[in-house]
């Protein structure tokens, strides 16, 4: 072979090499041929030397979309002082960079040197401009970077699940492809018999009462119904007397699961759909499930009706097979723990019903307050009890005799959740505990001592009591518990900067040189803890901004939306917070599934060699937006 042509040959099998190499890794997997053909052809391999400066703000306008072959780049970005300190992040071998001072034709604000001994291809600037027009995988990866990524293991997620449930359909189905076209409706004067008689003729379980307008005044189901015979009531008066007024409605835009949370929340078979005040469909139980295939309403109605804890303790299976479905269908992890969450809500409020018939009704109200994941409505099917009594007391004497009441039936609402597969808490955080069956004035007591006796240690073990909030009973007096707890933190430097302190405890699982940092020894060796190490540091963080700033709601998510609503953090940050907490989030509910499906107790300890090379590299920049807020926040605080 002569020189010219080995050398053709040389070229031709590195040109290969390197589309085998970018095929392993989106969004390049996804490329057409010829589209990566034109990238790599247009590409030059440089090499950086450990600790040698790749590219860095003085450069100017970036020049060059960057490709990771071989080695580690590490980026350096000053923060300003709204949004944290200077923080470190690593781009390993497959990822690239920087896509947004490219599209933004603009010099990168971030510094990246070599980790060590590294490799990067270089496409020119204007070789990145024709790809991103020609390839739509390519452009929209460069436009929505991460949450491209996202949308792919969403997708495959989804696959996995519907391989063994044959599901076709998604929860974000808009009501208005599920709702009649022509909702049965008639005027408030009609007669009941003549509305019943509309109702038998076109087949369905409710009519809607409109007044001229089309504008929804109520809803007559067939269980109201059976109310009205079984009471005796004539069929011949009007059928406004015996609707059900102010009938609950949503959107036509509003989605499957909005409507299916709205069922079991309100224990109702039907919605309204309301446009510009008018009525334009209903969809009803049986829409929404025929097509969905998951019987979230049905599941929910047999455990508020359950007449014995065996019935509670076998629909726990069926709460599992529920997560397994709407993995099938779609439902990102914030839907599927709302969705646990409410179930886990009406087994918590049947265990209690079960346990006052048995054991007699103590003779005072009380709430049941839950704490933690619960509180915050995040729970998973791996979860332990974290709950409370709230009383109403005028005296000492009084609250002592009141708790003396209500302990045996707390310690045995206790049990009966363990058995029904709510943990026991290892730290005593249950309403059996004298401690945690308190008056309203005791509440108030130890809310404001977590405050005003606030340690580093303490404040471990008591920061999970400000996610609380009523699963049973009247909420006034946990509502008054907020307000208090709002007013006592607002303003006080010393308790927030403790708090802080708290929320930097749990530290992101990531090496700064190295990819993740899992348990060297005994049985957790090579594995890291998903909630503690992922989820702790999100949760965390937003709990003591929102405690901060007057935020009343207890969800990590929601606390979120509003801190970047009232601009505490931007948007862009609030946005990454958001995708690396789901991410975390929906990875821990896979294994839970996969514990479950094999019989494997349940447990949060991953090992990150078990996952695919996209679920890698998304789990690892999601523990760095981690690393982000703690950064943020140690600035924040001074700490």
């Known amino acids: 072979m002569s020189t010219t042509a080995a050398g053709k040959t040389a070229v031709l099998q590195n040109i290969h090499g390197t589309m085998e190499f970018l095929r392993k890794h989106p969004p390049f997997n996804q490329m057409e041929s010829a589209h990566l053909a034109f990238l790599v052809e247009h590409c030059q391999l440089r090499f950086y030397a450990a600790g040698e400066s790749i590219l860095k703000p003085g450069d100017g306008p970036v020049q060059h979309f960057f490709i990771v072959k071989q080695g580690l780049v590490v980026g350096e970005r000053p923060h300003s002082a709204k949004r944290g300190s200077e923080t470190t992040f690593e781009i390993a071998s497959g990822e690239c960079f920087p896509l947004a001072a490219l599209l933004g034709e603009r010099a990168t604000r971030t510094e990246h040197l070599a980790g060590e001994d590294t490799f990067c291809l270089l496409l020119p600037k204007d070789a990145f401009v024709r790809l991103f027009a020609q390839s739509a995988p390519f452009r929209d990866f460069a436009l929505r970077g991460v949450s491209s ?15 063994n449930l044959g599901a076709q359909y998604s929860l974000d189905t808009p009501l208005h492809e599920l709702a009649m076209q022509q909702p049965v409706a008639c005027a408030a004067d009609l007669a009941l018999r003549e509305a019943v008689r ?4 076109q087949h369905v379980g409710s009519i809607v009462i409109v007044d001229a307008a089309q504008r929804p005044l109520g809803i007559f189901t067939l269980r109201d119904l059976r109310r009205v015979v079984a009471a005796g009531e004539s069929l011949e008066q009007p059928i406004a007397a015996l609707m059900t007024q102010r009938p609950f409605h949503l959107p036509p835009s509003a989605s499957a699961f909005d409507a299916a949370l709205a069922m ?6 039907h919605v309204c759909l309301v446009e510009h005040e008018r009525l334009v469909g209903v969809v009803s139980e049986r829409d929404l499930f025929s097509l969905q295939r998951v019987d979230l309403v049905h599941l929910a109605r047999t455990i508020r009706h359950a007449g014995r804890i065996e019935t509670l303790v076998a629909l726990r299976s069926d709460i599992r097979l529920l997560v397994e479905r709407m993995l099938a269908h779609g439902a990102s992890s914030t839907q599927i723990t709302q969705l646990i969450t409410l179930l886990n809500d009406h087994t918590v409020c049947r265990v209690i019903e079960l346990v006052l018939e048995e054991l007699g009704d103590p003779g005072v109200p009380f709430s049941w307050l839950c704490f933690g994941s619960e509180g915050r409505r995040e729970q998973t099917l791996h979860t332990d009890q974290d709950n409370g009594i709230l009383f109403d007391a005028d005296s000492p ?16 609402i206790n049990q009966l959740l363990a058995e029904c597969g709510f943990s026991l808490c290892p730290g005593q955080i249950m309403a059996g505990n004298p401690a945690l069956c308190l008056s309203q004035r005791e509440w108030a007591r130890r809310f404001a001592g977590f405050v005003r006796e606030a340690t580093p240690e303490n404040l471990l073990g008591s920061s999970i009591y400000f996610d609380l909030r009523v699963v049973w009973g009247a909420e006034e007096g946990c509502a008054q518990l907020r307000e208090q707890l709002f007013a006592d933190i607002e303003g006080n430097s010393i308790f927030q900067h ?4 708290n929320a930097l405890q749990h530290r992101p699982p990531l090496g700064r040189f190295r990819d993740f940092v899992v348990a060297r020894k005994g049985a957790e060796k090579d594995t890291l803890d998903l909630k503690v190490e992922g989820l702790t540091p999100f949760v965390d963080g937003a709990r003591l901004l929102a405690l901060a700033h007057g935020i009343g709601d207890s969800n990590t998510l929601r606390r979120f939306a509003e801190l970047v609503r009232l601009g505490v ?5 609030g946005a990454a917070f958001e995708e690396a907490y789901h991410f975390i989030q929906q990875t821990r509910l896979q294994l839970h599934q996969q514990q479950a499906s094999q019989g494997l107790p349940f447990s949060n300890r991953l090992d990150p060699d078990s996952l695919n090379q996209l679920d890698r590299r998304i789990l690892r920049e999601s523990f760095r937006q981690a690393q982000r807020l703690q950064a943020s926040l140690a600035l924040r605080y001074q700490l």
């Open 397 to 412: 004497a009084e609250a002592e005799r009141i708790r003396q009441l209500l302990l045996p039936r707390a310690r045995r």
């Open 264 to 269: 079991t929340e309100r224990h109702i078979a």
């Open 569 to 573: 953090i931007d948007a862009q940050d």
């Open 498 to 501: 403790l708090l802080a302190a």
């Open 149 to 163: 990524l996202l949308d792919q293991v969403n997708q495959q997620v989804q696959l996995r699940a519907a391989e």
């Open 198 to 201: 509309r109702m038998h003729e």
